[in-house]
């Protein structure tokens, strides 16, 4: 499954720059979903990956807590996605992999 963009494309790389200890802007991202199926992200000690459903509750940090996608089988589904930057030294190169998985 791809993690798309709003016009339905597949998102495949984002580049940010920022600030130690800050929120990135929001992105929309488009999951497919499916039952059994888990929004996860690679567990990185420099940012964490922050995600929601559209407008509804609390950011989830995803690396540590996979969003169970099973509720919205069938559908797709708009999330809210940021990153957040913990404590870093100078500029500190992160790649993260945010993916849909069968094993959170």
């Known amino acids: 499954m791809n993690v798309l963009d709003a016009g339905n494309q597949p998102l495949t790389f984002i580049n940010l720059q920022q600030a130690e200890s800050s929120d990135s802007q929001i992105f929309v991202i488009r999951i497919p979903c499916a039952s059994g199926q888990f929004l996860t992200a690679d567990d990185v000690t420099e940012a ?28 797709i589904q708009d999330f809210e996605m940021k990153f957040h930057t913990t404590s870093v030294t100078g500029i500190v190169p992160v790649v993260i992999d945010v993916r849909v998985t069968y094993q959170p």
Request: proline share 11%.
């Open 48 to 75: 964490r990956v922050m995600v929601r459903p559209f407008g509804v509750g609390s950011y989830v940090d995803v690396q540590s807590s996979p969003i169970d996608l099973t509720p919205y089988d069938g559908t």
